[in-house]
């Protein structure tokens, strides 16, 4: 499965922006999806995920600030990003978990004033 990610940008501190990934085929409920990143100079760190169930997992960092949907009609997983800091700044990657890791391309999101 393919997966297209989009929405990054630059933004101010304090600002928002909403990232989505869709998927190539269809998704269901079962299998989890969501979004890491890789901020510079650091590995790439779990953000958010719809895990089984409809269970949302946070990374401590994002809690409070981020918030993962998905919509399984649409094949699309969305996190929707407020309050944004300068820490925040990296590539953002979404990911699928079938009977294997499917990740998407990486979309930038900078956060500067």
């Known amino acids: 499965v393919q997966l297209q990610a989009s929405g990054g940008g630059l933004v101010q501190p304090g600002g928002a922006l909403n990232l989505s990934c869709t998927a190539s085929?269809?998704?269901?409920?079962?299998?989890?999806m969501g979004w890491y990143r890789q901020t510079p100079g650091n590995q790439r760190e779990f953000v958010a995920s719809?895990?089984?169930?409809?269970?949302?997992v946070y990374a401590d960092s994002v809690k409070g600030r981020f918030t993962i949907s998905r919509d399984v009609a649409k094949r699309t997983v969305y996190l929707q990003m407020d309050d944004l800091e300068p820490g925040d700044t990296g590539v953002y990657y979404c990911?699928?978990?079938?009977?294997?890791?499917?990740w998407g391309q990486g979309t930038q999101v900078t956060v500067s004033s």
């Open positions: 085929r269809s998704i269901n409920n079962i299998n989890p």
């Open positions: 719809v895990v089984l169930g409809g269970e949302l």
């Open positions: 990911y699928l978990a079938t009977d294997r890791i499917s």
